[in-house]
């Protein structure tokens, strides 16, 4: 009488939970996933390809457009690796508030990621206090660059200008209400019974299991190894900034929940050593008027707010432009553990676990 | 026995909701008496939002104190724009020793705002001023030129209902 069947389901691209415009082909038993096929490439725009047809310069414009949570990580990256790759040395008040505005922007990020991931799950409240938070790190970078979302904040070599009047005020203000707000964050979830049901014990990657898929970030950290490109790499000014690498080995979405909690509260820690030891100087290195590349070839990884962020540029002698230019983006890679994730488990876990990878699509599909 | 009360009686929950009620209670008791308001939301259309000096709104070009263009064709902000959005063509006049554009056009469809125009100007004569309200209904009120009744290169364009003028 009843048909042991197996049922394929497509969930996205318009899901609203999905981040953006992932599809997932689900191959459902009643309410078990037994085959999950993420399907990519609805906001593809060439990225890439459009970096190698542009200047030095001019290509920041694009890394915006990324990870559009987190513009200024993007800028960062692409700034250090066109420096890497040219030797220029960039003046450390320029380093320090690179430093603070990346700092800021894994707020940002992270922020933005706790609202999206608790609509997801049921938790409505806590959107509207970590919003309130975000708006005014966007208003710190609308002073600093003009912009709150595609920011341009950086210029190869240094910074276009330096800190805006009363800038420090405004950090120090934020920086002293900021821990009481995670605490608020964590009133409303950390004991919530309903936000432990639907995270404790979903979603688990294993260390070697994320080690083997390459997966980076605060999912890795989560399963375990402390590995963070702000320590294994130092880049900007993270060698002189004393902060720890929280890490969790439970390797499910509440481990996560408390790795990106307890990062949040060492970027505020870094914030204020930045605010504290900002050296006196120039912003901008002395640049020449036209970059001119020679054979030459740069990785270069920053640690993103959702993992390792590496772009990769070859130089052709005498050129303009990047003769090729990748990005190893750290959402890319994290989405390929999701299979491995989910498979196995109920419907409504695919929701917890999207949102716990912190996908943004712009930066997977570039 | 512990974890009996624990489910009888939902500390975690109501902790949760005593936060929530706190701040209601705080802004709605508070709502029209403080100078310093507590609610963080703005009235934005009614109410001009407060923007940053260094916003970036639309492209503009100055004139100097005799109302001569300030633009001399070098075409720096041509070259430097990553959607090339920017095209000048150039021309002579009489009594000025360097050049003078005749057609200045700039495609705000597709700009992005990134700032590199102003950068690359040695000469101060284009910024990106407050203007944010840009939305309009026909195509062509994005091509903004120096010709021309509509085109208006010089000064705000003339689109949105809210249009909020650079005022500092």
Redesign the interface.
């Known amino acids: 009488m009843f048909k042991n069947e197996e049922m394929e389901i497509n969930m996205g691209p318009q899901h609203p939970s999905t981040h953006g415009v992932l599809r997932l082909k689900l191959k459902l038993d009643g309410e078990i996933i037994t085959k999950c096929t993420p399907c990519i490439g609805y906001l593809h725009r060439g990225v890439e390809k459009i970096c190698e047809n542009k200047s030095f310069f001019q290509g920041q414009v694009w890394t915006d457009r990324m990870d559009y949570t987190s513009a200024i990580a993007n800028n960062l990256g692409w700034a250090e690796s066109i420096e890497k790759l040219f030797g220029i040395t960039v003046p450390r008040r320029a380093v320090y508030i690179r430093t603070l505005l990346n700092e800021f922007n894994r707020l940002a990020s992270h922020l933005i990621w706790l609202a999206t991931h608790g609509l997801d799950i049921g938790a409505m409240t806590v959107f509207i206090y970590t919003f309130r938070e975000r708006e005014a790190i966007l208003d710190i970078f609308d002073a600093f660059c003009g912009s709150r979302l595609t920011t341009t904040a950086f210029r190869i070599g240094g910074l276009r200008e330096d800190l805006p009047p009363g800038f420090e005020k405004k950090v120090r203000d934020f920086l002293a209400k900021f821990p009481d707000c995670i605490n608020e964050y964590e009133t409303l979830l950390t004991e919530n019974r309903i936000w432990k049901k639907r995270t404790i014990g979903v979603g688990i990657l294993k260390a070697e299991d994320a080690i083997a898929m390459g997966v980076t970030g605060p999912v890795l950290r989560a399963a375990g190894v402390p590995y963070d490109i702000r320590k294994a790499f130092p880049y900007a000014a993270y060698s002189e900034m004393d902060f720890e690498i929280p890490t969790r080995t439970e390797a499910d979405t509440y481990a996560r929940y408390q790795v990106r909690l307890e990062e949040m509260r060492q970027s505020a820690r870094i914030i204020q050593q930045c605010i504290d030891g900002l050296p006196e100087g120039p912003v901008m290195a002395k640049l020449p008027k036209v970059l001119r590349s020679e054979v030459n070839e740069v990785y270069h990884p920053t640690e993103a707010p959702k993992g390792e962020l590496g772009y990769y540029l070859v130089g052709e002698k005498g050129s303009l432009n990047p003769y090729r230019f990748h990005v190893r983006a750290p959402g890319f890679i994290n989405l390929q553990a999701l299979p491995m994730m989910i498979e196995g488990g109920l419907v409504a876990d695919v929701i917890a676990t999207i949102g716990t990878l912190d996908v943004v699509l712009g930066e997977i599909d570039r | 026995m512990r974890t009996f009360l624990k489910t009888l009686f ?1 500390v ?2 109501f ?2 909701m005593k ?2 009620g706190t701040h209601f209670a705080k802004v709605f008791a508070t709502a029209n008496r403080r100078k310093v308001k507590l609610h ?1 939301t703005e009235e934005y259309p009614e109410v001009p939002v407060k ?6 709104g639309r492209l503009t070009m100055l004139k100097d104190e005799q109302g001569e263009i300030k633009c001399v064709c070098c075409l720096a902000c041509e070259k ?1 724009c ?1 959607t090339q959005v920017i095209t000048i063509e150039s021309g002579k006049k009489e009594g000025r020793k360097t050049k003078i554009p005749t057609r200045y056009d700039f495609e705000m469809e597709r700009c ?5 125009c102003v ?1 690359s100007c040695g000469f101060d004569s284009i910024i ?1 001023n407050h203007q944010f309200e840009l939305a309009a209904y026909n195509r062509e009120d994005f091509s903004i030129g120096m010709l021309g009744e509509s085109q208006n290169m010089f000064g705000l364009t003339p689109v949105g209902k809210f249009s909020y003028s650079d005022e500092d």
Do not use: M, S, Y
């Not at chain 2, 923007?51 to 970036?56: C, G, H, I, N, V």
């Open positions: 939902p975690d929950i902790k949760g936060l929530t963080v923007l940053a000096p260094r916003f970036r430097i990553p992005i705002f990134c700032e590199f950068e990106l």
